[in-house]
């Protein structure tokens, strides 16, 4: 009866949830990176320079930065319901209004403003989830969220690419209609927030009461039972200061500085080329299709085994190797069998890491610490992108910037290695061993 009861929850969560958080991040995700197709025309229609392009790229992830742990905080304090329609059409409004971009400051301010309206999203939704779907089923539930990161890529590269064919329509040139056009969707999606989120398992009216039941104590008793030497106070201060936080965060750093140097300049580096922007679109796309299937089967796998160190460290360890082989490649399929490498290695990476910071923190100090490994690692979605863009300005080659960010995942595999070894089970519950 229990194994049945559990089925049937986990199907209601995968149905009602999942599907429609992960079009929520498909859209976030979209309108982080469709800078790179906008970049065709936009670069020089505005006067950006590659360094001026990678630093106005990365400077989204300082506004991203400020705003989580306060965004996240107050999530936990409000509910996720009302809170995450705010943050979606907000960015929304900000991603539209990056087509009036007139210049070089004025694109860095609009990015900020777009880092500072996303921050809240991320991880208020790694958060909410926590709430809802139980430790065995975490890491799968997370992959299948952040599978919106890859699939965004996939299928809105060909529809970037589209967009970038169009003529100038009204006076606006084709890459102001791509930010339009794909900003003003997260505004719809915004107000639909409020009717298909509930904040917590009690207000779930498609949960019956037996499934609530089951689903709450499950919940709490997880919680309850975190081994205590783990486990740390519930305060956000304590969380934020905890040495496993700020490993994961540098761990975090290099995921993240991957994910985004390969969303943002991917495009240009199929560019040389000499594809259309439709064919790169295309092209773009196939490494995020197959980042997809491989990210959820990794995540599946680390649920069942309840493995998260070496799923970290694996893909971790592929993303360096990838990078280092896109800058080496000379020749299309090179390149994007280096892209897929990397595309699965920077997005595998992540959900057997998210499924740990609820092994150690509760209460308040999980949701300032998810926001706080998210706010520290996405300084890699700075560094990422404004490296590749600095040295490509000095070199004339994407090589030295992609050798760059692959360092760092080969960083991030050495850190998750180290800190295993510092924090496994048996010293954690046995210090004396």
């Not at 880092?115 to 799968?140: Q, V």
């Not at 107000?191 to 104590?217: F, G, H, N, S």
Request: charge should be positive; include cysteine; charged fraction near 10%.
């Amino acid at each position: 009866m229990t194994a049945a009861l559990e089925t049937r929850v986990v199907r209601k969560l995968n149905l009602r949830i999942l599907p429609f958080v992960m079009l929520l991040y498909f859209v976030s995700f979209l309108d982080r990176v469709n800078v790179g197709f906008a970049a065709f025309t936009m670069n020089k229609a505005i006067g950006l320079s590659p360094a001026v392009f990678g630093f106005g790229g990365g400077i989204f992830f300082v506004g991203y930065v400020l705003f989580q742990v306060p965004s996240n905080l107050i999530l936990y304090r409000m509910g996720a319901r009302r809170w995450i329609a705010w943050v979606v059409v907000v960015w929304g409004l900000v991603s539209a209004a990056s087509a009036f971009a007139v210049g070089p400051v004025s694109f860095c301010v609009l990015r900020f403003l777009l880092g500072a309206t996303e921050g809240g999203f991320f991880p208020g939704i790694i958060l909410y989830l926590t709430m809802w779907f139980p430790g065995r089923h975490r890491a799968l539930a997370i992959a299948a969220f952040m599978a919106a990161a890859p699939l965004s890529t996939a299928a809105g590269s060909p529809i970037s690419g589209a967009l970038m064919e169009l003529p100038t329509i009204a006076g606006l040139s084709n890459w102001q209609w791509l930010y339009i056009m794909e900003g003003l969707p997260a505004v719809l999606l915004g107000l639909l927030v409020l009717k298909v989120l509930a904040d917590r398992p009690q207000e779930a009216r498609w949960l019956a009461p037996e499934e609530c039941a089951w689903l709450t104590a499950t919940l709490h008793a997880e919680e309850a039972t975190v081994a205590k030497p783990l486990r740390q106070s519930g305060s956000a201060w304590e969380s934020l200061r905890n040495p496993r936080v700020l490993a994961l965060s540098l761990i975090y750093t290099g995921t993240s500085a991957g994910l985004y140097a390969a969303g943002l300049w991917s495009p240009l580096i199929l560019k040389q080329f000499g594809y259309s922007s439709l064919t790169i679109g295309w092209l773009n796309s196939i490494p995020g299709f197959v980042a997809i299937v491989a990210m959820m089967a990794w995540a599946r796998n680390s649920d069942l085994t309840l493995e998260r160190t070496w799923h970290v460290v694996i893909p971790c360890a592929a993303a360096f190797v990838g990078f280092v082989w896109v800058g080496a490649a000379q020749a299309t399929v090179p390149v994007l069998l280096a892209l897929i490498i990397v595309n699965f290695g920077v997005n595998a990476s992540k959900p057997p890491l998210w499924a740990m910071p609820s092994m150690f923190l509760s209460g308040t100090g999980v949701a300032a610490g998810i926001a706080w490994i998210n706010s520290l690692g996405n300084l890699g979605g700075f560094l990422g992108p404004f490296l590749i863009g600095w040295i490509k300005s000095r070199s004339g080659s994407y090589a030295g910037g992609l050798d760059a960010v692959g360092a760092l995942l080969g960083l991030s595999a050495v850190v998750m290695l180290l800190l295993d070894r510092q924090t496994s089970p048996r010293r954690a519950v046995h210090p004396e061993a």
